[in-house]
């Protein structure tokens, strides 16, 4: 079972920063969180992972609580591509499989 | 630089019947991860390859079977489809079997398998 919780859909207007959360309370020490999305009809497409320092790259930025309890996803400009759903998954790097939960469908309005 | 091919990108198969989906990993990956994502659902890993030989497998029938190249291509087989094989089969590749921990795994487009 995925050891991430998400919530179902979130919305946000275009060119506001999505604000994605993700809740993962039992992840070990050695786990990574990671991000990928999926747009429809599309493969999964990495965008971003962390430990426990809050990571950017050119896609988004990654915010982990102190506690690595949970952590954001912050798309800062959010455009009509970025629609898609976002999968949050916790791994420890010699697990080569990927445990996947539901995902967020984010929906970026107009 | 050309990044996972998957073929076919759809495929109608009957009850009973076998299916082989094939998949070309990105240029410079040695690593092939097959997944299944039923609709509406996060995908389920089925099986990694490494060096030609199966590394991990997840939580499926021996009705799901693989092989790995010596070019790092990778093909997934069903045997007796169900179906509930009607699915998205996704195939990941990466570098070195772990998914770099620096860039992740790279997925192809996926091949939507319709069983009848």
């Known amino acids: 079972d995925a050891k991430t919780t998400q919530p179902p859909s979130m919305d946000c207007a275009e060119g506001r920063a999505a604000n994605l959360p993700c809740n993962h309370s039992t992840i070990s020490g050695n786990e990574y969180v990671y991000w990928y999305r999926q747009i429809h009809s599309q493969g999964p497409q990495y965008i971003i992972h962390g430990l426990k320092n809050n990571e950017t790259n050119e896609m988004a930025s990654l915010i982990i609580t102190e506690d690595r309890k949970s952590s954001t996803l912050i798309l800062p400009h959010a455009t009509l591509r970025d629609t898609a759903v976002y999968y949050c998954i916790v791994r420890v790097n010699s697990n080569y499989q990927l445990i996947w939960g539901a995902g967020t469908k984010l929906i970026i309005k107009p | 630089d050309a990044g996972v091919t998957q073929s076919p990108t759809h495929l109608i198969k009957t009850r009973g019947q076998q299916v082989t989906l094939r998949c070309s990993p990105k240029?410079?990956?040695?690593?092939v991860s097959w997944y299944q994502q039923a609709l509406g659902q996060g995908p389920q890993f089925i099986f990694q390859y490494y060096e030609e030989e199966e590394r991990q497998r997840g939580n499926f029938p021996d009705r799901f079977s693989g092989h790995q190249f010596p070019n790092y291509s990778s093909e997934l087989n069903v045997n007796a489809l169900l179906l509930g094989d009607s699915a998205l089969y996704l195939c990941?590749?990466?570098?070195?079997?772990?998914?770099?921990?620096?860039?992740?795994?790279?997925f192809g487009s996926g091949t939507r398998l319709t069983v009848v």
């Open positions: 990941a590749s990466s570098l070195a079997g772990g998914g770099s921990i620096n860039y992740g795994y790279t």
């Open positions: 240029s410079g990956h040695d690593t």
